[in-house]
């Protein structure tokens, strides 16, 4: 039965390449070895002839990866040989057959569709020197594209092919390392994190900031660190008694490395201390409960700097985190189809509603949008927690099965506001915090102003800033 259906798939799928030599499509013969500890298999042709390729190897199999690997596995052998008998019985004429090639001898390389590798290529043809700009559409590639020539060597695939784009010679060549093909990823993908609670989290992770600045290595540590939990302290910052420092200094200089600070209704930046008549409950002394940023907003900033600049060892103020994505998969654990779940379908509505007369125009702002408290990839792995109940607008009257939403936020808030589940920080002055703002929930106990003033200076960095100088880093340092 396994031989069956290996043989379906990669009748279909599998091609045999070589140098200088057409692709030909394939059926693979799986046979246990003698040992019964691997699977071996040859490779023949699709005409039902054996030995019409003849490889000089086999292929070979760890039995522990299962059924379901092997048989998702496509194959080719560069020593075959190609027979004439063969000719003219293979599908590659027909465009609408999804054709895959190995690009190497190992067998844990993935394999790759010839539109995606034509795609690939970075030629100057295809792609300006200058501008680092695509010079032809995706689009433009036939749907009939195949392999002319192919040649591996010093760890990179070069191609010529059959139907190229229109207005290429025979003579384009498309050349890929084998590495950047397997090597693209997204720098926060869901695969990357690490969850946490109070007893997994119990110490702060302290990053040197001057040493963040003048080093290359410390930097990715720090960024790929934050990356993979969510939430980093730093220590050394700029204090307010230093010569030429103003409040803002500290989150500039973390703008300036590490991705530019991104403007909203309170500013570029912005300071978190008491004030009289308050337009946000993070301005006043009172206890301020776990939450998000700027929910009421389609696209909320993905992280959050918070520079302490003055503060009281004894008037309170505390900083609370919980790893919202922890308390997600925690909640979604036993759910037979997490994104049917309804904190993963119901759209929560948040709001800032300040339209003041008696103020200009620009001085007021009303805006609204709705997010589902837990939101899933194609995977179905968590990629945004949403919860800010001081935000939250009044729910919308003619929501359906609002109880079984209701019943499950209860269930969340229970999680998150478990001791077990928050880790608190009293920042002192020189010391701030980078979090996840769709990913981390931040709270504030409330302190006594007439212990001494609490001051931090805060900003918003977006993600795709900080992915960024993750993915040069990475590729400067030559890490993985």
């Not at 200088?20 to 005409?47: D, E, H, L």
């Not at 059959?162 to 025979?170: I, L, W």
């Not at 309804?342 to 001085?363: I, R």
Request: proline content about 6%; glycine content about 4%; charged content about 20%.
């Amino acid at each position: 039965m396994l031989q069956q259906r290996v043989k379906r798939l990669a009748t279909v799928q599998a091609c045999v390449l070589k140098a200088n030599k057409a692709p030909y499509t394939c059926t693979i013969q799986i046979r246990r070895a003698g040992n019964a500890s691997c699977f071996n298999a040859n490779v023949y042709g699709n005409s039902g002839r054996k030995n019409l390729y003849r490889p000089s190897h086999n292929v070979i199999f760890r039995k522990d990866v299962g059924h379901r690997q092997i048989y998702k596995q496509k194959f080719f052998s560069t020593q075959a040989h190609r027979s004439p008998v063969s000719e003219g019985k293979d599908d590659l004429g027909d465009p609408h057959v999804e054709r895959k090639y190995l690009l190497s001898e190992d067998i844990s390389s993935n394999s790759i569709e010839p539109l995606v590798l034509r795609d690939w290529c970075q030629c100057p043809q295809c792609v300006d020197p200058s501008t680092k700009q695509k010079l032809f559409q995706t689009s433009d590639i036939p749907p009939n594209i195949e392999l002319r020539h192919a040649n591996f060597k010093n760890k990179k695939v070069s191609t010529q092919w059959k139907n190229d784009v229109t207005g290429y010679s025979q003579d384009h060549v498309t050349e890929v390392p084998l590495e950047a093909l397997t090597g693209i990823k997204s720098a926060s993908t869901s695969a990357h994190l690490e969850t946490w609670d109070k007893m997994s989290f119990s110490v702060a992770h302290w990053f040197s900031w001057p040493k963040c600045q003048n080093s290359a290595t410390h930097l990715l540590d720090m960024l790929s660190f934050l990356n993979r939990y969510g939430l980093v302290f730093l220590n050394d910052m700029p204090h307010l008694g230093q010569q030429e420092s103003s409040s803002e200094r500290g989150v500039n200089e973390i703008g300036s490395i590490i991705g530019p600070l991104r403007d909203s209704l309170y500013g570029r930046t912005w300071d978190v201390k008491s004030v009289v008549n308050a337009k946000n409950i993070a301005y006043t002394h009172q206890k301020l409960g776990l939450h998000m940023d700027l929910l009421y907003m389609t696209s909320p900033p993905s992280f959050q700097i918070l520079h302490c600049l003055q503060a009281s060892p004894s008037g309170g103020g505390e900083s609370t985190f919980v790893d919202a994505f922890h308390a997600a998969k925690i909640l979604l654990k036993d759910s037979a189809n997490p994104s049917q779940h309804p904190l993963c379908t119901y759209q929560v509505p948040y709001h800032y509603h300040h339209v003041d007369t008696n103020t200009s125009l620009h001085s007021s702002h009303y805006y609204r949008n709705s997010h589902p408290v837990i939101e899933l990839d194609g995977d179905q792995r968590v990629v945004n927690v949403n919860w800010s109940p001081p935000f939250q607008a009044p729910l919308d009257p003619n929501s359906a099965n609002i109880r079984t939403w209701h019943r499950e936020a209860q269930n969340f808030s229970d999680l998150i506001e478990d001791p077990a589940m928050q880790f608190d920080h009293l920042l002192q002055p020189g010391e701030a915090v980078i979090f996840n703002n769709r990913r981390v929930l931040h709270a504030r106990r409330a302190f006594d102003v007439e212990k001494g003033p609490r001051w931090l200076k805060g900003a918003y960095i977006d993600g795709d800033s900080i992915w960024s100088k993750l993915r040069v880093l990475h590729e400067l340092l030559g890490k993985d």
